[in-house]
């Protein structure tokens, strides 16, 4: 059987609580840098949503799920290579029982920045929102041949 270790008295007078708690919190935001999508989703204003981005040989596809959202509410816009995706959703509610009045309104605001590879292009892109899925195509330039230059 083996008895616990006994600790000094130096010991005892040289633990800090406080070290403790400051090692959680280092814990807790190294957790939440590893894990961006849990910070984003839940610590903000705005939802980001899942997203699935396919590159195939002359487009790129982005497939993000938007439920409950109208086309006219989502924005696209396409900045050096990233791709911003926003969008917003309001609902009012408003019940009468026996003199009652009760009215509820809420808003839900989507908002995600997507890296995209080089040579994706605006011209020719397309997208679609069906079924609360927001898919967008994104045509890719052909890579530019150098030029030779000769020297004199």
Do not use: C
Not at 40 to 59: H, M, Q, Y
Not at 77 to 84: A, G, K, S, T
Not at 105 to 122: A, C, Q
């Amino acid at each position: 059987m083996k008895f616990p270790i006994k600790r000094t008295d130096r010991d005892m007078y040289s633990w800090d609580p406080f070290d403790e708690i400051r090692r959680m919190q280092n814990y807790m935001e190294h957790m939440f840098r590893a894990f961006p999508a849990t910070e984003g989703r839940f610590g903000s204003e705005a939802f980001s949503p899942l997203t699935d981005v396919i590159e195939e040989d002359e487009k790129v596809v982005v497939t993000t799920d938007l439920p409950g959202v109208d086309k006219e509410d989502v924005e696209l816009d396409l900045r050096d290579n990233v791709l911003v995706i926003s969008a917003g959703k309001g609902k009012e509610q408003e019940a009468e029982k026996e003199g009652y009045l009760r009215k509820e309104r809420s808003f839900m605001r989507y908002y995600r920045e997507i890296s995209l590879p080089d040579g994706v292009t605006e011209e020719g892109s397309s997208a679609q929102l069906k079924n609360g899925v927001l898919t967008v195509t994104l045509p890719k330039t052909k890579p530019v041949a150098g030029k030779r230059i000769e020297i004199e």
